[in-house]
């Protein structure tokens, strides 16, 4: 297809997609207002959330999308780290090399300039509340750092390829004509050009799009194509062949038969969060009845408006005998069902938090009275309920932010030449492993199973001694402190640790040995002295008898 036919298909993906803007926009009226523009434009300065009665609903899901980045990418510690798929290319060099290059790739990430923060905390609120996000991974224009944008929803679409995986995303875009000119210089419409004079901020319409070669031309031997098409001149801006995949798109629960997930937290809230404003409108209402109840006034009786208010003064008939009831009085109300309705918003707000999660984000604590099979049971518990929130996160959330900027990261030289790399790390395939509290969780086992180790083999070798022989302590060692983030660094390579033990086993065996001849030498300097001594004797002996 050239590229007006991906245009034309990118409109019919937009046109399809235009019931499911429905569902974002409900979802995002009820849990995220200030992200409620899918079918509507708004102006700046409307009021957020001026149709709802509660904000309980939207704190939830700002708590979970908060938990997101301070559980997943805590800015305190690092939270990512590079491993080798194939371990036996793990050796300690990789592993320093690695690290080294991890480093490298968080001071990029975490420079002013790449707005890395600002983006993936839009996105933690997009995939808290719609099950998706949109960040792009690239360099800035000036190619002096990296750039990381979260897109709105409403103006990206993708299809899926046999595979399941994304083969073409197409996203509409409105920069003003002085920014498209400074992206584009030369290779814009001479319309654009024009305007850029005379009015340098007024909007054009752009679609960019990010397709497979096969689908367009794939004569070049990259596997994708970037194209900018201008939708006001119908004219194609720039098309370049590219490795990297640009958009990163996380998705936390696919259905079949859709490329487009779902957030369970926000399917499974959307009634609660229904009921629950509609529940604390009826409060409200009955509160306001019964603080300022309905009132009952007797006809020609009552000569002005009842004044309802701090101060009022409501005039009657001075001529209206009040023994035959009073002129105004207030409306019987029961207040009864009042304990009723906080017992059920309590419980509704009890279904939003466990529809967000809120309860699966504690870590158990370890008390001292506890034993180490109850701290492994409770943190068992924990990882059932927390892997379906952390598990898609951390594969194609962080992931896909980690291997695309780690891509482009290489492609621009910024580990060095390949051949600096160590040998086991060539054409190797690289993967990351990420720090969250999930993790965390399933290391403190592998530590607590190294313990527990320790504590059988202890009362095993009581019985008998020959168990000693069973564990490789340097092994389970050397798993232990990779599993709880020692750096490599601290620690020598097991060439060298095999070097320094048979070094220590050689001076040990040097040392027995200088102790067998310093004792066979103190053996025959005993005998020399006892032969001498009973020769001595034996003259003696002679000489007295003689």
């Not at 040990?508 to 004792?519: D, N, R, S, V, W």
Request: aromatic share 8%; net charge negative.
């Amino acid at each position: 297809m050239n590229s007006k036919e991906l245009r034309e298909q990118a409109d019919e993906l937009f046109s399809k997609r235009s019931s499911l803007m429905l569902l974002w926009q409900e979802s995002s009226e009820n849990f995220y207002p200030e992200r409620a523009d899918f079918t509507v434009r708004r102006t700046i300065g409307t009021e957020f959330a001026s149709n709802l009665m509660t904000s309980y609903p939207l704190m939830c899901r700002r708590e979970l999308g908060d938990q997101i980045g301070s559980m997943l990418r805590p800015t305190s510690k690092e939270w990512k780290k590079m491993v080798v798929r194939d371990l036996r290319r793990d050796d300690h060099d990789a592993k320093k090399w690695l690290e080294w290059a991890n480093g490298t790739m968080r001071r990029a990430m975490y420079d002013p300039k790449a707005q890395f923060t600002r983006a993936t905390k839009e996105g933690d609120h997009d995939f808290a509340c719609f099950g998706q996000n949109v960040i792009s991974v690239e360099l800035n224009r000036h190619y002096s750092a990296l750039l990381y944008r979260c897109w709105h929803l409403r103006d990206v679409v993708w299809m899926e390829n046999q595979d399941g995986e994304i083969c073409f995303v197409a996203r509409k875009w409105k920069p003003a004509c002085k920014d498209l000119c400074a992206l584009f210089p030369g290779k814009v419409d001479k319309k654009v050009e024009d305007m850029k004079r005379k009015t340098p901020f007024k909007e054009v319409n752009v679609m960019h799009m990010i397709v497979e070669a096969e689908m367009y031309d794939d004569a070049r031997g990259k596997p994708r194509w970037s194209i900018y098409y201008d939708c006001d001149h119908n004219k194609i801006i720039e098309a370049t062949p590219i490795y990297g995949r640009i958009y990163v798109i996380p998705r936390w629960q696919t259905v079949s038969g859709s490329q487009y997930a779902f957030s369970p937290a926000t399917i499974a809230a959307l009634p609660d969060g229904r009921l629950l404003q509609a529940m604390m409108l009826t409060i409200l209402e009955a509160g306001e009845n019964l603080v300022r109840p309905p009132m009952i006034a007797t006809v020609d009786a009552v000569r002005s408006d009842v004044a309802l208010y701090s101060g009022g003064i409501t005039w009657v008939d001075r001529e209206y005998d009040e023994k035959t009831g009073e002129a105004l009085r207030p409306l019987t109300q029961d207040a009864k069902g009042m304990p009723l309705s906080r017992e059920m918003m309590q419980d509704t707000r009890a279904m939003l938090m466990q529809a967000f999660y809120l309860n699966k984000l504690t870590l158990p604590q370890r008390s001292p009275e506890m034993t180490a099979y109850e701290v492994g049971q409770r943190i068992q518990e924990y990882i059932r309920g927390a892997l379906p929130l952390f598990e898609p996160m951390e594969m194609s959330y962080n992931g896909g932010l980690c291997d695309e900027t780690f891509d482009v990261m290489q492609r621009a030289g910024a580990f060095g030449s390949p051949l600096d790399m160590p040998r086991s790390l060539r054409d190797a395939d690289v993967q990351f492993q990420f720090e969250s509290p999930l993790h965390e969780a399933i290391e403190q086992q592998k530590g607590q199973k190294f313990l527990e180790m320790k504590q059988l083999l202890a009362e095993a070798a009581a019985m008998d001694r020959n168990v000693l022989a069973i564990p490789d302590a340097v092994t389970a060692y050397r798993d232990v402190i990779s599993a709880i983030g020692v750096p490599a660094k601290w620690s020598r390579s097991e060439s060298q640790a095999k070097t320094m033990i048979a070094q220590a086993d050689a001076q040990q065996q040097a040392a027995q040995e200088l102790e067998t001849a310093q004792q066979s030498a103190d053996v025959v300097k005993t005998l020399g002295a006892a032969q001498k001594d009973m020769a001595t004797s034996e003259q003696v002996r002679s000489q007295v008898a003689a």
